[in-house]
T-cell receptor, first 118, second 110 residues
Framework: DADVTQTPRNRITKTGKRIMLECSQT?????MYWYRQDPGLGLRLIYYSFDVKDINKGEISDGYSVSRQAQAKFSLSLESAIPNQTALYFC?????????????????FGPGTRLTVL | GDSVTQMEGPVTLSEEAFLTINCTYT??????LFWYVQYPGEGLQLLLK?????DKGSNKGFEATYRKETTSFHLEKGSVQVSDSAVYFCALSTSNQFYFGTGTSLTVIP
């Protein structure tokens, strides 16, 4: 079974609709992340959470919100979807494993959700 | 701020050719460096990593050496296979943040 799962895998919705993307993990990691991937732009961080009570905005948080329901669950919501939010969305988890100044945040990714907003 | 710059693709090679994908970084402090690979229709998978200067990460025939003097972490493979066709991402991490390059698409033709 996959360690990081995302639902749904594909979604088509209309402008103005509210949509939620869900992420679950069985790795026992404290840290969870949401990214979006767009052609030519790589991955951009939307939100991240270091534990259940810690939520932080990433590079492109406008138009998105998140909820960390439990250590294993981290949901991303689009309150009113717009076409330029059409993208591939990835959830990731990590645990800091190094004590060095730079840390060692190996990230583990889910399979992605392809979202299309018409 | 911290960032990663990697060579733009797409890259097309014949099977058994030598591969180099360039990656340079800008960072304060002492980041860890990574290469991730994304196969079609899948999420990113860790390919290799290095945590300090002069470390060499290696996996599946791929190698990359953490060069602090040139702030580089170039990915190399001596003989690519069709199954290596994927998108490759260079990345760095500091203690709290993770930064990805824009990705380089590799296609290997028989």
């Amino acid at each position: 079974d996959a360690d990081v799962t995302q639902t749904p895998r594909n979604r088509i919705t209309k402008t103005g609709k509210r949509i939620m993307l869900e992420c679950s993990q069985t790795k026992g990691h404290d840290r969870m992340y949401w990214y979006r991937q767009d052609p030519g732009l790589g991955l951009r961080l939307i939100y991240y959470s270091f534990d259940v009570k810690d939520i932080n905005k990433g590079e492109i948080s406008d138009g998105y919100s998140v909820s960390r329901q439990a250590q294993a669950k981290f949901s991303l919501s689009l309150e009113s979807a717009i076409p330029n939010q059409t993208a591939l969305y990835f959830c990731a988890t990590s645990v800091a494993t190094g004590g060095a100044a730079g840390g060692l945040l190996t990230q583990y990714f889910g399979p992605g959700t392809r979202l299309t907003v018409l | 701020g911290d960032s990663v710059t990697q060579m733009e693709g797409p890259v097309t090679l014949s099977e058994e050719a030598f591969l180099t994908i360039n990656c340079t970084y800008t960072a304060t402090g002492y980041p860890s460096l990574f290469w991730y690979v994304q196969y079609p229709g899948e999420g990113l998978q860790l390919l290799l990593k290095a945590t300090k200067a002069d470390d060499k990460g290696s996996n599946k025939g791929f190698e990359a050496t953490y060069r602090k003097e040139t702030t580089s972490f170039h990915l190399e493979k001596g003989s690519v296979q069709v199954s290596d066709s994927a998108v490759y991402f260079c990345a760095l991490s500091t203690s709290n943040q993770f930064y990805f390059g824009t990705g380089t698409s590799l296609t290997v033709i028989p």
